[in-house]
Protein backbone atom coordinates (compact mmCIF):
# COMPACT_ATOMS: atom_id res chain seq x y z
CA UNK A 1 0.00 0.00 0.00
CA UNK A 2 2.29 2.17 1.02
CA UNK A 3 4.40 1.37 -2.13
CA UNK A 4 2.38 2.07 -3.93
CA UNK A 5 1.87 5.72 -2.25
CA UNK A 6 5.64 5.89 -2.90
CA UNK A 7 5.65 5.19 -6.75
CA UNK A 8 2.69 7.38 -6.92
CA UNK A 9 4.25 10.39 -5.97
CA UNK A 10 7.35 9.72 -7.40
CA UNK A 11 5.00 9.39 -10.79
CA UNK A 12 3.70 12.71 -10.03
CA UNK A 13 7.07 14.67 -9.55
CA UNK A 14 7.19 12.96 -13.13
CA UNK A 15 4.57 13.61 -14.96
CA UNK A 16 4.25 17.61 -13.21
CA UNK A 17 8.43 17.90 -14.58
CA UNK A 18 7.43 17.26 -17.99
CA UNK A 19 4.58 19.13 -18.03
CA UNK A 20 6.25 22.12 -16.95
CA UNK A 21 9.20 21.70 -19.48
CA UNK A 22 5.88 21.26 -22.00
CA UNK A 23 4.11 24.46 -20.98
CA UNK A 24 7.33 26.67 -20.86
CA UNK A 25 7.77 24.91 -24.48
CA UNK A 26 4.50 26.34 -25.54
CA UNK A 27 4.83 29.28 -23.87
CA UNK A 28 8.12 30.62 -25.58
CA UNK A 29 6.52 29.80 -29.12
CA UNK A 30 3.65 31.75 -27.93
CA UNK A 31 6.05 34.51 -27.42
CA UNK A 32 7.92 34.37 -30.43
CA UNK A 33 4.35 34.46 -32.35
CA UNK A 34 3.46 37.30 -30.34
CA UNK A 35 6.11 38.88 -31.41
CA UNK A 36 5.99 38.29 -35.23
CA UNK A 37 2.60 39.20 -35.20
CA UNK A 38 3.10 42.20 -33.38
CA UNK A 39 3.46 44.63 -37.48
CA UNK A 40 -0.16 44.59 -37.43
CA UNK A 41 -0.56 45.90 -33.78
CA UNK A 42 1.33 48.62 -34.79
CA UNK A 43 -0.43 49.66 -38.14
CA UNK A 44 -2.81 50.46 -36.06
CA UNK A 45 -2.49 51.91 -33.09
CA UNK A 46 -5.59 52.16 -31.55
CA UNK A 47 -5.75 49.08 -30.95
CA UNK A 48 -3.24 49.53 -28.56
CA UNK A 49 -4.65 52.62 -27.60
CA UNK A 50 -7.68 51.05 -26.17
CA UNK A 51 -5.86 48.51 -24.27
CA UNK A 52 -3.78 50.86 -22.67
CA UNK A 53 -6.62 52.59 -21.53
CA UNK A 54 -7.79 48.75 -19.82
CA UNK A 55 -4.51 47.59 -18.73
CA UNK A 56 -2.74 51.35 -17.86
CA UNK A 57 -5.37 54.20 -17.05
CA UNK A 58 -7.61 51.88 -15.03
CA UNK A 59 -4.60 50.84 -12.58
CA UNK A 60 -3.46 54.34 -11.91
CA UNK A 61 -5.23 54.69 -8.99
CA UNK A 62 -4.61 51.80 -7.44
CA UNK A 63 -0.89 52.60 -8.43
CA UNK A 64 -0.82 56.14 -6.91
CA UNK A 65 -2.75 55.42 -4.09
CA UNK A 66 0.20 52.54 -2.98
CA UNK A 67 2.96 54.43 -3.86
CA UNK A 68 1.48 57.52 -1.28
CA UNK A 69 1.29 55.31 1.10
CA UNK A 70 4.55 53.43 0.61
CA UNK A 71 6.13 56.86 0.58
CA UNK A 72 4.64 57.54 3.78
CA UNK A 73 5.15 54.21 6.03
CA UNK A 74 9.07 54.84 4.05
CA UNK A 75 8.92 58.12 5.85
CA UNK A 76 7.80 57.02 9.35
CA UNK A 77 10.09 53.80 9.46
CA UNK A 78 12.95 55.92 7.74
CA UNK A 79 13.06 58.65 10.27
CA UNK A 80 12.69 56.32 13.05
CA UNK A 81 15.85 54.48 12.37
CA UNK A 82 17.63 57.27 10.86
CA UNK A 83 16.87 59.24 14.41
CA UNK A 84 18.54 56.86 16.11
CA UNK A 85 21.95 57.75 14.40
CA UNK A 86 21.22 61.14 14.14
CA UNK A 87 21.14 61.51 10.58
CA UNK A 88 17.63 62.62 9.90
CA UNK A 89 18.83 64.56 6.92
CA UNK A 90 19.37 61.10 4.67
CA UNK A 91 15.94 60.33 4.90
CA UNK A 92 15.09 61.70 1.94
CA UNK A 93 18.22 59.28 0.23
CA UNK A 94 16.97 56.50 1.93
CA UNK A 95 13.17 57.23 0.42
CA UNK A 96 14.38 58.08 -2.87
CA UNK A 97 16.69 55.33 -3.47
CA UNK A 98 14.86 52.48 -2.03
CA UNK A 99 11.75 53.56 -3.75
CA UNK A 100 13.40 53.94 -7.42
CA UNK A 101 15.52 51.36 -7.00
CA UNK A 102 13.66 48.43 -5.67
CA UNK A 103 10.23 49.16 -4.46
CA UNK A 104 8.75 51.31 -7.52
CA UNK A 105 9.65 48.53 -9.92
CA UNK A 106 8.79 45.48 -7.98
CA UNK A 107 5.57 46.90 -5.75
CA UNK A 108 4.31 48.13 -9.19
CA UNK A 109 4.52 45.15 -10.64
CA UNK A 110 3.02 43.19 -8.16
CA UNK A 111 -0.06 45.60 -7.88
CA UNK A 112 0.10 45.41 -11.96
CA UNK A 113 0.12 42.04 -12.24
CA UNK A 114 -3.01 41.16 -9.65
CA UNK A 115 -5.16 44.49 -11.35
CA UNK A 116 -3.97 43.99 -15.38
CA UNK A 117 -2.61 40.48 -15.31
CA UNK A 118 -5.45 38.65 -13.92
CA UNK A 119 -7.86 40.85 -15.73
CA UNK A 120 -5.95 40.36 -19.24
CA UNK A 121 -5.92 36.18 -18.35
CA UNK A 122 -9.70 35.69 -17.28
CA UNK A 123 -10.83 38.05 -20.73
CA UNK A 124 -8.47 36.07 -23.20
CA UNK A 125 -9.83 32.95 -21.39
CA UNK A 126 -13.03 33.73 -21.53
CA UNK A 127 -12.77 34.39 -24.98
CA UNK A 128 -11.79 30.80 -25.40
CA UNK A 129 -14.21 29.58 -23.71
CA UNK A 130 -16.85 31.47 -25.55
CA UNK A 131 -15.30 30.28 -28.98
CA UNK A 132 -14.42 33.87 -30.01
CA UNK A 133 -11.03 33.40 -30.59
CA UNK A 134 -11.82 30.24 -32.97
CA UNK A 135 -14.72 32.60 -34.57
CA UNK A 136 -12.34 35.15 -35.18
CA UNK A 137 -9.76 31.94 -36.60
CA UNK A 138 -13.12 31.47 -38.94
CA UNK A 139 -13.08 34.78 -40.42
CA UNK A 140 -9.52 34.42 -40.93
CA UNK A 141 -8.49 37.31 -38.75
CA UNK A 142 -5.32 35.80 -36.98
CA UNK A 143 -6.68 36.03 -32.75
CA UNK A 144 -2.74 36.18 -31.75
CA UNK A 145 -2.36 39.32 -34.25
CA UNK A 146 -5.83 40.73 -33.09
CA UNK A 147 -5.88 40.13 -28.95
CA UNK A 148 -3.01 39.45 -28.17
CA UNK A 149 -0.47 41.20 -29.57
CA UNK A 150 -1.89 44.99 -28.56
CA UNK A 151 -2.55 43.77 -25.09
CA UNK A 152 1.43 42.62 -24.80
CA UNK A 153 2.50 46.03 -26.00
CA UNK A 154 -0.17 47.91 -24.04
CA UNK A 155 1.06 46.00 -21.03
CA UNK A 156 4.76 46.29 -21.87
CA UNK A 157 4.32 50.31 -22.60
CA UNK A 158 2.18 51.10 -19.60
CA UNK A 159 4.08 48.80 -16.93
CA UNK A 160 7.31 51.71 -17.14
CA UNK A 161 4.84 54.38 -16.89
CA UNK A 162 3.18 53.26 -13.84
CA UNK A 163 6.25 52.60 -11.72
CA UNK A 164 7.43 55.81 -12.30
CA UNK A 165 4.64 57.58 -11.75
CA UNK A 166 4.62 55.27 -7.75
CA UNK A 167 8.28 56.25 -7.56
CA UNK A 168 7.11 60.19 -8.00
CA UNK A 169 4.16 59.48 -5.57
CA UNK A 170 6.42 58.00 -3.09
CA UNK A 171 8.94 59.99 -3.11
CA UNK A 172 6.32 62.72 -2.36
CA UNK A 173 4.74 60.50 0.54
CA UNK A 174 8.16 60.89 2.71
CA UNK A 175 8.19 64.47 1.52
CA UNK A 176 4.83 64.74 2.96
CA UNK A 177 5.33 62.28 5.95
CA UNK A 178 9.13 63.70 6.69
CA UNK A 179 9.49 67.69 5.93
CA UNK A 180 5.48 68.28 6.83
CA UNK A 181 4.64 66.14 9.29
CA UNK A 182 7.85 65.34 11.43
CA UNK A 183 9.73 68.62 10.23
CA UNK A 184 12.84 67.31 8.55
CA UNK A 185 14.85 70.13 7.00
CA UNK A 186 13.54 70.87 3.84
CA UNK A 187 16.70 71.49 2.07
CA UNK A 188 18.59 68.77 3.37
CA UNK A 189 15.73 65.93 2.42
CA UNK A 190 15.98 67.53 -1.04
CA UNK A 191 19.70 68.41 -1.64
CA UNK A 192 21.22 65.10 -0.03
CA UNK A 193 18.63 63.06 -1.97
CA UNK A 194 19.59 64.86 -5.82
CA UNK A 195 23.44 64.44 -4.62
CA UNK A 196 22.80 60.27 -4.05
CA UNK A 197 20.62 59.80 -6.34
CA UNK A 198 22.11 58.96 -10.28
CA UNK A 199 20.63 59.55 -13.17
CA UNK A 200 21.81 56.67 -14.89
CA UNK A 201 22.78 54.25 -11.94
CA UNK A 202 19.52 54.53 -10.36
CA UNK A 203 16.24 56.08 -12.20
CA UNK A 204 17.03 54.08 -15.31
CA UNK A 205 18.44 51.07 -13.87
CA UNK A 206 14.59 51.34 -12.04
CA UNK A 207 12.89 52.02 -15.48
CA UNK A 208 14.50 48.77 -17.50
CA UNK A 209 13.71 46.85 -14.19
CA UNK A 210 9.87 47.78 -14.66
CA UNK A 211 10.13 46.81 -18.38
CA UNK A 212 11.70 43.94 -17.49
CA UNK A 213 8.50 42.85 -15.73
CA UNK A 214 5.85 44.49 -17.96
CA UNK A 215 7.35 41.85 -20.37
CA UNK A 216 7.30 38.91 -17.99
CA UNK A 217 3.56 39.63 -16.63
CA UNK A 218 2.49 40.57 -19.35
CA UNK A 219 3.58 37.39 -21.63
CA UNK A 220 2.54 34.84 -18.57
CA UNK A 221 -0.94 36.51 -18.34
CA UNK A 222 -1.95 36.35 -21.83
CA UNK A 223 -0.29 32.81 -22.32
CA UNK A 224 -2.24 31.82 -18.98
CA UNK A 225 -5.28 33.03 -21.13
CA UNK A 226 -4.81 31.78 -24.19
CA UNK A 227 -3.56 28.35 -22.59
CA UNK A 228 -6.50 28.19 -19.81
CA UNK A 229 -8.92 25.11 -20.14
CA UNK A 230 -11.95 26.63 -22.13
CA UNK A 231 -14.01 25.81 -18.96
CA UNK A 232 -15.34 28.39 -16.03
CA UNK A 233 -13.07 26.62 -13.55
CA UNK A 234 -10.29 26.63 -16.14
CA UNK A 235 -10.47 30.33 -16.37
CA UNK A 236 -10.68 30.94 -12.57
CA UNK A 237 -7.57 28.52 -12.56
CA UNK A 238 -5.83 30.22 -15.07
CA UNK A 239 -6.50 34.01 -13.25
CA UNK A 240 -4.85 32.76 -10.30
CA UNK A 241 -2.13 30.80 -12.21
CA UNK A 242 -1.33 34.16 -13.64
CA UNK A 243 -1.13 35.80 -10.10
CA UNK A 244 1.11 33.26 -8.23
CA UNK A 245 3.44 32.75 -11.34
CA UNK A 246 3.87 36.58 -12.53
CA UNK A 247 4.48 37.72 -8.38
CA UNK A 248 7.21 34.89 -8.23
CA UNK A 249 8.67 35.61 -11.34
CA UNK A 250 8.85 39.20 -10.73
CA UNK A 251 10.88 38.66 -7.28
CA UNK A 252 12.86 36.21 -9.32
CA UNK A 253 13.68 38.65 -12.36
CA UNK A 254 14.62 41.49 -9.36
CA UNK A 255 17.33 39.34 -7.90
CA UNK A 256 18.97 38.45 -11.30
CA UNK A 257 18.58 42.23 -12.10
CA UNK A 258 19.69 43.69 -8.90
CA UNK A 259 22.59 41.37 -8.70
CA UNK A 260 23.45 42.84 -12.29
CA UNK A 261 22.94 46.28 -11.52
CA UNK A 262 24.35 47.10 -8.05
CA UNK A 263 26.93 44.53 -7.71
CA UNK A 264 29.99 46.43 -7.21
CA UNK A 265 28.39 48.83 -4.94
CA UNK B 1 -17.55 59.71 -29.28
CA UNK B 2 -16.76 56.56 -26.89
CA UNK B 3 -13.17 56.27 -28.60
CA UNK B 4 -11.94 59.81 -28.40
CA UNK B 5 -12.60 60.05 -24.71
CA UNK B 6 -10.90 57.06 -24.49
CA UNK B 7 -8.05 58.39 -26.40
CA UNK B 8 -7.85 61.39 -24.02
CA UNK B 9 -7.37 59.40 -21.47
CA UNK B 10 -4.80 57.51 -22.50
CA UNK B 11 -3.06 60.70 -23.60
CA UNK B 12 -3.45 62.04 -20.28
CA UNK B 13 -2.02 58.54 -18.53
CA UNK B 14 1.12 58.60 -20.71
CA UNK B 15 1.65 62.17 -20.39
CA UNK B 16 1.96 61.92 -16.75
CA UNK B 17 3.65 58.78 -16.88
CA UNK B 18 6.54 60.49 -18.64
CA UNK B 19 5.92 63.62 -16.45
CA UNK B 20 6.44 61.45 -13.88
CA UNK B 21 10.04 60.57 -15.25
CA UNK B 22 10.94 63.93 -15.42
CA UNK B 23 10.48 64.74 -11.64
CA UNK B 24 12.40 61.80 -10.74
CA UNK B 25 15.15 62.88 -13.51
CA UNK B 26 15.33 66.33 -12.23
CA UNK B 27 13.48 66.67 -8.71
CA UNK B 28 14.81 63.02 -7.55
CA UNK B 29 18.23 62.64 -9.59
CA UNK B 30 20.76 64.92 -9.83
CA UNK B 31 20.60 65.81 -13.65
CA UNK B 32 19.68 69.41 -13.00
CA UNK B 33 22.44 69.55 -10.87
CA UNK B 34 26.08 70.48 -11.21
CA UNK B 35 27.46 68.19 -14.17
CA UNK B 36 25.92 70.16 -16.33
CA UNK B 37 28.17 73.09 -15.59
CA UNK B 38 31.56 74.13 -17.35
CA UNK B 39 34.36 72.73 -15.18
CA UNK B 40 37.88 71.94 -15.17
CA UNK B 41 39.93 69.00 -14.11
CA UNK B 42 42.48 69.05 -11.37
CA UNK B 43 44.95 66.16 -10.49
CA UNK B 44 46.32 65.38 -6.74
CA UNK B 45 48.01 62.39 -5.44
CA UNK B 46 47.26 60.49 -1.91
CA UNK B 47 49.03 58.12 -0.12
CA UNK B 48 46.03 56.36 1.10
CA UNK B 49 42.48 57.65 -0.22
CA UNK B 50 39.95 55.90 2.90
CA UNK B 51 36.77 55.03 1.66
CA UNK B 52 36.67 57.98 -1.07
CA UNK B 53 35.03 56.98 -3.79
CA UNK B 54 33.93 58.45 -7.43
CA UNK B 55 31.53 61.00 -7.66
CA UNK B 56 32.31 62.23 -3.96
CA UNK B 57 31.99 66.06 -3.30
CA UNK B 58 34.61 68.30 -3.84
CA UNK B 59 34.11 71.33 -0.74
CA UNK B 60 35.95 74.04 -0.09
CA UNK B 61 35.12 76.16 3.57
CA UNK B 62 31.74 73.73 3.16
CA UNK B 63 30.70 74.91 -0.21
CA UNK B 64 30.20 71.96 -2.76
CA UNK B 65 32.73 73.29 -5.32
CA UNK B 66 32.94 70.21 -7.30
CA UNK B 67 33.18 66.49 -8.01
CA UNK B 68 35.91 63.91 -7.92
CA UNK B 69 34.77 62.49 -11.50
CA UNK B 70 37.80 59.41 -11.12
CA UNK B 71 39.80 57.54 -8.94
CA UNK B 72 43.45 55.40 -10.29
CA UNK B 73 45.97 54.05 -8.85
CA UNK B 74 49.55 55.22 -9.93
CA UNK B 75 51.84 52.56 -10.39
CA UNK B 76 55.15 54.10 -10.75
CA UNK B 77 54.92 56.45 -7.52
CA UNK B 78 52.23 53.54 -5.65
CA UNK B 79 49.97 56.52 -4.89
CA UNK B 80 46.53 57.18 -5.12
CA UNK B 81 45.86 59.57 -7.94
CA UNK B 82 42.26 61.47 -8.02
CA UNK B 83 40.94 63.77 -10.40
CA UNK B 84 38.88 66.12 -9.82
CA UNK B 85 36.13 68.46 -11.91
CA UNK B 86 35.37 71.91 -10.32
CA UNK B 87 33.45 74.20 -11.27
CA UNK B 88 34.78 77.10 -13.63
CA UNK B 89 33.32 79.77 -11.62
CA UNK B 90 35.75 79.00 -8.29
CA UNK B 91 39.36 79.58 -9.14
CA UNK B 92 41.87 78.11 -6.61
CA UNK B 93 45.73 79.52 -6.35
CA UNK B 94 48.30 77.27 -7.25
CA UNK B 95 49.45 76.30 -3.63
CA UNK B 96 46.20 74.89 -2.55
CA UNK B 97 46.18 72.29 -0.40
CA UNK B 98 44.27 69.16 -0.52
CA UNK B 99 42.77 66.85 1.95
CA UNK B 100 40.17 63.40 2.17
CA UNK B 101 37.87 64.71 4.86
CA UNK B 102 34.53 63.01 6.91
CA UNK B 103 31.43 64.62 6.87
CA UNK B 104 29.93 63.59 10.73
CA UNK B 105 31.38 61.12 12.48
CA UNK B 106 30.36 57.93 10.06
CA UNK B 107 29.22 60.30 7.04
CA UNK B 108 30.73 60.13 3.39
CA UNK B 109 34.10 61.29 2.52
CA UNK B 110 35.01 64.44 0.52
CA UNK B 111 38.11 66.27 -0.72
CA UNK B 112 38.49 69.19 1.01
CA UNK B 113 40.31 72.36 -0.53
CA UNK B 114 41.95 74.59 1.29
CA UNK B 115 43.27 78.28 -0.68
CA UNK B 116 46.47 79.01 -0.69
CA UNK B 117 48.50 82.54 -1.12
CA UNK B 118 49.84 82.14 -4.61
CA UNK B 119 49.17 84.69 -7.75
CA UNK B 120 49.01 81.93 -10.31
CA UNK B 121 45.39 79.99 -10.59
CA UNK B 122 44.94 76.53 -10.84
CA UNK B 123 44.40 75.47 -14.29
CA UNK B 124 43.11 72.48 -16.39
CA UNK B 125 44.98 69.55 -16.28
CA UNK B 126 47.63 71.20 -12.56
CA UNK B 127 48.11 69.00 -10.14
CA UNK B 128 48.10 69.87 -6.53
CA UNK B 129 50.80 69.01 -4.92
CA UNK B 130 50.18 69.66 -1.17
CA UNK B 131 47.92 66.74 -0.05
CA UNK B 132 46.91 65.16 3.10
CA UNK B 133 45.61 61.55 3.42
CA UNK B 134 42.41 60.05 4.62
CA UNK B 135 42.68 59.37 8.20
CA UNK B 136 42.37 55.43 8.96
CA UNK B 137 40.85 54.60 12.19
CA UNK B 138 43.39 51.18 12.48
CA UNK B 139 46.48 53.24 11.88
CA UNK B 140 45.64 55.88 14.73
CA UNK B 141 44.58 53.05 17.17
CA UNK B 142 48.18 51.08 16.53
CA UNK B 143 49.77 54.11 16.54
CA UNK B 144 48.43 55.52 19.98
CA UNK B 145 48.91 51.75 21.69
CA UNK B 146 52.45 51.86 20.20
CA UNK B 147 52.61 55.46 22.02
CA UNK B 148 51.33 54.60 25.32
CA UNK B 149 53.72 51.14 25.43
CA UNK B 150 56.48 53.64 24.59
CA UNK B 151 55.31 55.21 27.45
CA UNK B 152 54.90 52.71 29.92
CA UNK B 153 58.57 51.66 29.44
CA UNK B 154 60.21 54.87 30.23
CA UNK B 155 59.05 55.59 33.23
CA UNK B 156 59.79 52.36 34.96
Same mark, same amino acid.
Given at each position: MSEHGVIASIRNVGHWTTNAVLRLGIATRFFTLTLLHSGTSFRRPRLIVRELYFSGV?????????GLFVGMVLGFQGFHTLQTYGSESALGVLVALSLVRELGPVVAGLLFASRAGSAMTAEIGLMKATEQLSAMEMMAVDPIARVVAPRFWAGVISMPLLAAMFSAMGVFGGYLVGVVLIGVDEGSFWSQMQSAVDFREDIL? #? %??????????????????????????? #? %??GATTRTVVTSSLVILGLDFILTSFMFRGQ | MERSTLDVWVGLFVCAGIGALLVLALKVGNMSGFSAADTYRVKAQFDNIGGLKVRAPVKSAGVVVGRVSDIQFNNSQFRAEVTMSVDKHYQFPKDTSASILTSGLLGEQYVGLDAGGDEAMLKDGDSITLTQSAVVLEKMISQFLYNKAAEGNTSK
Open positions: LSLIIILVSN #G %VIKSFVFGIAITWIALFEGYDAPPTAE #G %VS | -
